[in-house]
């Protein structure tokens, strides 16, 4: 009998994990690298780049003459781009049961920085991925999730919120849970930590830093918030002291991985902006296979009939009172445009536009991939593949598990989103090494940068497609979120009425939020005047 | 100097630096922190090497004798050096001790070997060239070892191989060192058969690497595997001693035959007794056939659907004699559909309605397990049981691990379900916890009565189930969700503090 007592009093409860246990499936767990032969294969890795736009993004750049347009179709607005943005503004046309207009999206897959993929594993993003879950002012966004049924009387479905495990960080060799740092920091840095919280809960409190940001720069700016405006989030750490090496880093880390940006090259005010905005009543974010896919691929079926695609638009040209737009082999004729494209674009695009205008424009560069892996590579230490998993000190920002949503229990395979902005240097020249170097070169850097993390990747992985962006999200440098050309750019122009800007360029801040707001913000924009109605429902930008 | 000596020294050289990484690694892998593993195995190494010099100094006689000796316990030592950590850290708690005898002895040994060697040469060559060739071979030797080890040894080799390796290279410069030095020998015979000896059992030792972990790992259950066998989604082993089976799956132990039909009765029949109309049921994990038996006995129940992601659980219990002898053969019952399915998934794109179902996974170790105990799940469960049905849930255990069994109950209530939760004692588990629960504004009492031939549970036993003692009483607790799963994170925590 008494053998059968190991743990006299608890005898084994069932199904628990008692140390030895645990310590054998460390064994388990380890046994393979350890003992026996590793096996060595180098397996071979398909892939290569996809979606690339720089082709067209050139010819227009060099405005390369297109054939002269053979059809002729008239609406009351054109929309132009079909990212977020053109489809948000759509979304609201037709809301308003207005339906005289047509939305010109030069892709084959309208989406633009929320498109996403597909393979026999699973959907996967190629870029947008998340929404954190919006609160009570964000009345937009609760607006369209009750629509397409993620916001059900108040609650969040819960297979959208993303689930647990979250985030992880590799920090000094190991795994810890959540990306700010908490392995190795001293009392120094736990102190740093603190402040900084406790700054930015002020700024929280001033109201000033919202989603959408315009509503919260439409009160007044106390001198001191505005302020921030004018010196990089890196400087104004250092003013304020705050010097951990971990709570810089994390700073950086979120410079990077919301705006692209190093924290030098960021705005504080925009910096301060990633904490200070968010106030979670639900924990989050919300996230689906496809990333914000999913919120474009529902836009695009309920918009179908009015979206145009591989219509490149190459010219905009006004006449009177009415817009030519050039598109394909069609030539639209329209009273209104909303020109939702990126707006770096409008110059090469708009007669009459303004340099100065676009002057202050700053893009980040980025890459995307999406690694296919057959089998998912061993986890030491017991430790879950969570949602996002980021490593520390990297150049990269880690990767997204696409199939992280999933309600299995037990997954073979996977898709995983790696996702890198190139902030080390200026945009000009990443945008240059970036167009340089071939797939080998970032499959290479991106399997390397992975090994660090997971030793048997390449074992795993039997596709790498990666997509490589010049231009894939506006920065919010110094000074430009307080800038008048940004101002200006949410304004009508003389010489170009009836023309509204819509790109989430226009807030400074890249996220669904923005581009939602703008795009919106441009149709109401657009029906007040083309009704003629005097209520403008518009909010004053 | 002859090349060949020198070979030999390179050789111990490379030998007494490849046992001193191998301990380094091996610590970091199993303990982690290799920063201190490291500094602290080469600390105690080079201090033992020390302690080793020093003692030279008592070695006066039949020096070539004792060399060949030395190296030959080296060998031993450091050959099976890595088998022995492994084999320690599975069976016992004293790993360190080992790990630092086993680091201080290879380093004393290793510390005699060069004074020794250079003693013996002294007398051949001019002192000064001694000391040149035999350090300046010794460091040529660490260089070597120190680029082997990460590149090629363990990469191709793994560290119980590479040790053995290196312990059949000292053995066999033992041997070669019988031949060089015969001059200095009186009767080199037994030396030489000591050497064989070593040799042999060092690739013994080689061709039984592979066995280590396996013994490693059966060591971890207390008494004989008759059946062990990794399958897709998990590991699954039988142990047996007399006349006690034991189901362990992934070292958590689901059943011991001599009590399971406790823990099977209470998950069953408080539910099923009390729904005489009750036509349909459902089994969600449970491959082992044994909730089924109990469910075989109402002969009103007209179909069973048991969903199991396992094949060869189901499988086996099918098939193997002893374990079908557990189960009476429930898994070939014609009332049964043994479906292979993950359940979740399953749930979602099936139609099937049920009036009871049995939720009987195993605990949620990790968040995987973790989805299902969550709203999401109970909700969707929900949507498959008739207006009078019920669910039941093993929801771990109530005593030791009191947040997580009320954080489930509250999970069930989240769903928008009514809980009756309810306890039993089994005593290779301990005090275990299960809820019953139904729509809203259905009702529930026990049932009046039971099938025959049960062995542990009475009509008037079954209203006590749902007493909870003070230690059990229901604390406050939060709702499991897929996006907030707080039950893996208190179970965690529930189970390290008791086995601790
Ligand atoms: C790598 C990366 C990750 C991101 N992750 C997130 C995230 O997780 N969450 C989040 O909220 N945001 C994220 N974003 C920000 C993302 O940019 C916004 O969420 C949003 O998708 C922007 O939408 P938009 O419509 O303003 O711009 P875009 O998506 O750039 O849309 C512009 C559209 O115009 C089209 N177009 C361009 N030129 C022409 C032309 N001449 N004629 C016709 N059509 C044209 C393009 O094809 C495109 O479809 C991420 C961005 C990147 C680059």
Redesign the pocket.
């Known amino acids: 009998m008494a053998r059968h007592q190991p743990l006299a009093i608890f005898a084994m409860p069932k199904r628990s994990k008692p140390t030895q246990l645990s310590r054998r499936e460390f064994l388990a767990a380890t046994s393979a690298a350890l003992i026996g032969l590793g096996m060595k294969t180098d397996k071979p890795i398909a892939g290569e780049f996809v979606n690339e ?1 720089f082709q ?2 050139h010819m ?1 750049r060099d405005r390369t003459p297109f054939p002269a347009p053979t059809k002729k179709e008239k609406f009351a607005i054109v929309i ?9 503004a759509a979304w609201q046309l037709e809301r308003r049961s207005f339906r005289d207009f047509v939305l ?4 084959k897959q ?6 996403w993929g597909e393979n026999d594993i699973t959907a996967y ?8 879950v919006p609160n009570a002012k964000a009345t937009l966004v609760r607006e369209l999730f009750e629509e397409f049924g993620a916001l059900k009387n108040g609650k969040w479905e819960e297979r959208y919120l993303c689930f647990t495990p979250q985030e992880r960080l590799f920090i000094h060799g190991r795994w810890q849970d959540g990306i700010e740092p908490a392995v190795g920091l001293t009392d120094r840095d736990r102190e740093q930590f603190k402040r900084f919280d406790d700054l930015m809960q002020r700024f929280r409190a001033s109201n000033n830093f919202t989603i959408p940001t315009q509503l919260g720069m439409d009160i007044t700016q106390k001198p001191d918030i505005a302020a921030l405006d004018r010196v990089s989030i890196a400087e104004w750490l250092q003013q304020q002291k705050l010097d951990s090496p971990y709570l810089r880093w994390y700073v950086d880390y979120a410079c990077r991985d ?1 705006y ?1 940006a190093p924290a030098s090259a960021t705005s504080a005010w925009a910096g301060a902006h990633y904490y200070a905005s968010r106030e979670h009543e639900e924990k989050g974010p919300l996230t689906w296979p496809e ?2 896919g999913w919120i ?1 691929r529902r836009l695009i079926k309920k918009l179908d009939s009015y979206i145009r695609r591989n ?4 010219r905009i040209t006004k006449d009177k009172n009415r817009y030519r737009i050039l ?1 394909g082999d069609t030539e639209f004729t329209a009273d209104s445009v909303i020109f ?3 707006t770096f ?1 409008a110059p090469y ?1 708009i007669e009459g536009m303004p340099p100065a205008l676009t002057k202050d424009l700053v893009y ?1 560069p ?1 890459l ?1 991939a999406n690694l296919t892996l057959d089998r998912l590579p061993r986890e030491i230490g017991g430790t879950e593949t969570a949602w996002d998993n980021v490593i520390y000190n990297s150049p990269s920002l880690g990767y997204i598990v696409a199939n992280h949503q999933s309600i299995r229990q037990h997954e073979d395979r996977s898709v995983w989103t790696y ?1 890198w ?1 190139l902030a080390e240097r200026s945009p000009l020249e990443s945008r240059r090494f970036l167009l340089e170097k071939d797939w080998n070169y970032w499959k290479e850097a991106i399997l390397t940068d992975l090994a660090r993390i997971h030793p048997d990747i390449r074992d795993c992985v039997s596709r790498l497609d990666i997509m490589r ?1 010049g231009h ?2 506006i920065r919010p440098s110094v000074g430009f979120m307080f800038s008048d050309s940004r101002r200006a750019l949410t304004r009508p122009h003389a010489g170009l009425e009836r023309l509204f800007f ?4 226009l807030s400074g801040i ?6 939602q707001y ?2 919106v913000t441009a149709a109401q924009q657009a029906l007040a005047i083309i009704s003629g109605s005097q209520e403008s429902t518009a909010p004053t930008a | 100097m002859p090349a060949l000596l020198f070979i030999s020294i390179l050789l111990i050289a490379a030998c007494g630096l490849i046992y001193e990484l191998i301990a380094g690694a091996l610590a970091s892998y199993l303990l982690g922190d290799s920063i201190t593993q490291f500094s602290t195995i080469i600390g105690s190494y080079l201090f033992a090497m020390g302690i080793g010099s020093w003692l030279s100094r008592y070695i006066s006689r039949g020096l070539v004798t004792q060399f060949i000796w030395i190296e030959l316990m080296v060998a031993i030592f450091g050959g099976f050096s890595s088998s022995i950590l492994f084999l320690t850290f599975a069976y016992t708690q004293g790993f360190r001790i080992i790990l630092y005898f086993i680091v201080i002895a290879i380093g004393m040994l290793v510390g005699l070997e060069i004074p020794l060697l250079m003693r013996i040469l002294k007398d051949r060559f001019e002192f000064r060239d001694v000391v040149a060739h035999v350090l300046t071979f010794d460091y040529l030797g660490a260089l070597g070892a120190s680029l082997l080890f990460p590149i090629v040894l363990v990469p191709q080799l793994g560290l119980v191989r590479s040790a053995v390796l290196f312990g059949i290279v000292n053995a066999a410069v033992a041997l070669w060192g019988t031949f060089l030095f015969k001059d200095q020998l009186r009767s080199p015979q037994p030396l030489r058969v000591a050497c064989l000896l070593v040799l042999t059992l060092l690739c013994g030792g080689m061709a039984g690497a592979k066995h280590v972990i396996a013994a490693a790992d059966d060591s971890l259950y207390a008494d004989e595997v008759i059946f062990a066998k990794d399958t897709r989604y998990q590991r699954i082993v039988l142990t047996r001693w007399r006349d006690d089976t034991r189901l362990f799956l992934n070292s958590h132990l689901q059943f011991s035959s001599r009590d399971e039909y406790r823990y099977h009765e209470a998950l069953v029949h408080p539910g099923l007794a009390a729904n005489s109309s009750a036509r349909r049921v459902l089994v969600l994990g449970g491959g082992d056939g044994l909730a089924v038996r109990e469910i075989l006995k109402y002969p009103n129940i007209e179909s069973i659907t048991l969903v199991d992601l396992d094949r060869q659980m189901t499988d086996m219990f099918r098939s193997n004699d002893v374990l079908t002898k557990l189960n009476g053969g429930s898994l070939a019952s014609p009332k049964l559909h043994v479906i292979t399915a993950d359940a979740f998934p399953w749930l979602e794109q099936s139609t099937d309605m049920f009036d009871f179902a049995i939720v009987d996974f195993p605990d949620p170790t990790n968040y995987s397990l973790g989805k299902l105990y969550t709203t999401a799940f109970y909700r969707l469960l929900a949507k498959h049981i008739s207006a009078n049905g019920m669910i039941v849930v093993q929801s771990t255990s109530p005593m030791f691990a009191r947040q997580s069994y009320w954080t489930i109950v509250e999970t069930l209530k989240q769903a928008g379900l009514q809980t009756f939760p309810y306890h039993t004692y089994v005593p290779s588990f301990g005090e275990w916890g299960f809820v019953l629960a139904n729509a809203k504004g259905a009702t529930y009492s026990p049932p009046r009565q039971l099938p025959k031939d049960l062995r542990f549970l009475t009509v008037s036993a079954i209203p006590e189930l749902f007493e909870f003692p003070a230690d059990m009483q229901p604390v406050a607790a939060e709702a499991n969700r897929l996006n907030d799963q707080n039950l893996v994170r208190h179970y965690d925590r529930e189970w390290r503090d008791i086995s601790h």
């Not at chain 1, 132009?80 to 948000?88: K, P």
């Open positions: 736009s067209l993004g227009l132009v781009g079909g990212g977020m943005a053109g489809l948000s010109l999206e030069m892709d309208p989406g633009g920085n929320s498109r993003p190629w870029a947008a991925h998340y929404v954190p919301d692209g990333g914000n474009a219509a490149l638009v190459h598109a939702a494209a990126p674009l695009l980040s980025w995307t996702y902005a962006m894939a999200m819509a790109n989430s360029d890249s996220i669904f939020e923005e581009a703008r795009g």
